[in-house]
């Protein structure tokens, strides 16, 4: 095993078995949580040669136009500049940033029970994006999203049970002050749910006024460092191997106020980074690990999510393509680079490029979210709602998305075997007396225990479901969705805090 990865040894087998069995309630045989890793398309002598590639790749080609501020910090640490001009990262020090690096770190929401922790080998979805056109629900055409929508996506995905935390989802395009966009942003997300949340920063000025509105909303100065419900999502670099200056100044800011960082990188095969899905593996795994340098020489320790997100391009034509199994295959094996690295993990998922609530854009969302579920990345993005190859955001499909994940979390969990759940007793009660396993005891435990059942996918035969109205998978979550939606304010924003931020911000949501 590579050296940089021998401390990083996952949990045996025995222990995955008993968290399965735990995670199991009566009320949800699957519930977020569960433990992953049981798909690998890579081999460990695989990850560990990608590893290695990455290691030389930082070690000998470097990061360019790295900031003179990070340029100084990081040579202070070991790396220094070549003579093509760029900062490189000898392999001592990125294996000593990563053996000390966060391992895990407690994902606060506003209320205590959607705490959950990032890190080990749980998984959990929850969503993403920065869509820019909005599915409409009662046209079903695309319209530019607003901030109106934003809030409403917020609340809605606030009811769903299998959507762990809330990323905003679509960008408002009706706010054009880069400052105005980013304050009213965290403020429907503020508004909306009291589940962990994610946020982008477009300026690193901003950052202070947000944590502000945070702070107020938990009580005081100082409030939100103590449980930090909010992550900024960044993209510190720019691939093919070289910084982003604003997302370098976002970073410093956000450490300075103590917000989680989700340090993204989003190459894409055959046009920013290589096709061969090898050698994309080997460059984006050397730029997620400057991400996490990044923030490292400032902060060691600091709570970084690794989130390498292999992005596809239909080489036929150049579009993004984020729904089909290249897609799929490449985030699992990212999920798994990251865990031999010990890291905390991001992958992203479900990014159909079906325009409408169909069969399409069922069968890409379910392929992608299965095989990175499986694969035990901690932190699934952009699993619900998303359609249009992250282009447009959907209520009906953050209805569908949601029950989608909870057979994905069930198939995570996998089939429990002892001589309990054998029942070699119940066998052979059951064939000697009634003949049928109607009733007994085994199976009423086992129906609560070992099975999800959908509210919405319909099992009705078909006489039944031509009586109820014949409808298809979107009537009903359209149906649903603006029942939801037709709910008054949840109140999870004070009207002390909502009058304070209007006072001191331009807030456009009425």
């Not at 880069?178 to 749910?193: E, S, V």
């Not at 095989?371 to 992250?390: D, F, K, R, V």
């Not at 649903?480 to 008054?488: T, Y």
Request: glycine content about 10%; hydrophobic content about 40%; charged content about 20%.
């Amino acid at each position: 095993m590579n050296g940089i990865t021998k401390h990083t040894a996952r949990r045996g087998r025995a222990a995955r078995k008993s968290a399965r069995i735990i995670s199991a309630t009566p009320d949800n045989p699957a519930a977020p949580g569960q433990t992953g890793g049981h798909y690998k398309p890579l081999t460990d002598d695989e990850c560990d040669r990608i590893i290695d590639a990455a290691l030389d790749l930082l070690s000998s080609l470097g990061m360019a136009e790295a900031p003179d501020i990070l340029v100084e910090a990081a040579s202070a640490k070991g790396a220094f500049v070549s003579d093509l001009g760029r900062l490189c990262f000898p392999r001592m020090m990125v294996g000593d940033i990563v053996s000390r690096a966060c391992r895990s770190f407690v994902y606060y929401g506003r209320d205590s029970g959607h705490d959950f922790e990032v890190g080990g080998d749980k998984v959990y979805f929850g969503t993403g994006g920065a869509a820019v056109q909005t599915l409409d629900i009662n046209t079903g055409l695309y319209r530019p999203s607003t901030l109106r929508d934003l809030y409403d996506f917020t609340r809605l995905q606030d009811t769903l049970t299998n959507i762990s935390w809330f990323t905003r989802c679509c960008v408002a395009t009706d706010i054009s002050d880069l400052k105005d966009l980013d304050i009213n942003t965290a403020y429907a997300l503020l508004r909306g749910t009291t589940k962990p949340v994610g946020t982008s920063f477009t300026i690193a000025d901003t950052v202070d006024p947000v944590v502000d509105l945070f702070d107020h909303a938990l009580g005081g100065a100082g409030k939100f460092a103590e449980r930090p419900f909010c992550k900024a999502h960044i993209s510190p670099v720019i691939s093919p191997m070289r910084y982003g200056e604003d997302a370098v100044e976002v970073t410093r800011a956000c450490i300075r106020r103590k917000v989680p960082i989700n340090s993204i990188i989003a190459a894409q095969s055959g046009a920013t980074a290589p096709a061969t899905p090898a050698g994309f593996l080997a460059q984006s795994t050397a730029e997620t690990l400057a991400g996490l340098i990044l923030v490292n020489v400032f902060s060691p320790g600091y709570p970084v999510i690794f989130s390498n997100w292999p992005l596809i391009i239909d080489l036929r034509s150049g579009a993004f393509s984020g729904g089909g199994g290249e897609s799929s295959m490449l985030n699992a094996a990212a999920a798994q680079i990251s865990n031999r690295l010990g890291l905390p993990s991001g992958v992203a998922s479900s990014m159909a490029d079906a325009k409408a609530v169909d069969a399409q854009m069922g069968a890409e969302k379910a392929l992608s979210a299965l095989a990175c579920g499986l694969s035990g990345a901690n932190m699934i993005y952009e699993s619900a709602g998303m359609t249009a190859s992250l282009l447009g955001a959907s209520f009906e499909a953050f209805i569908l998305d949601d029950e989608m994940l909870g057979h994905v979390h069930r198939t995570i969990r996998g089939i429990e075997v002892t001589d309990e759940s054998i029942g070699l007793k119940t066998i052979r009660e059951a064939t000697l007396g009634e003949g049928h396993f109607l009733g007994c005891d085994d199976t009423i435990a086992s129906m609560s225990r070992d099975y999800f059942y959908p509210d919405l996918a319909d099992r009705d035969p078909p006489v039944t479901w031509e009586e109820k109205g014949a409808k298809n998978a979107r009537d009903t979550a359209r149906e649903k969705a603006r029942e939801i939606l037709a709910r008054p304010d949840p109140g999870y924003l004070s009207n002390a805090t909502d009058a304070w931020a209007r006072d001191r911000f331009n807030i456009v949501l009425p």
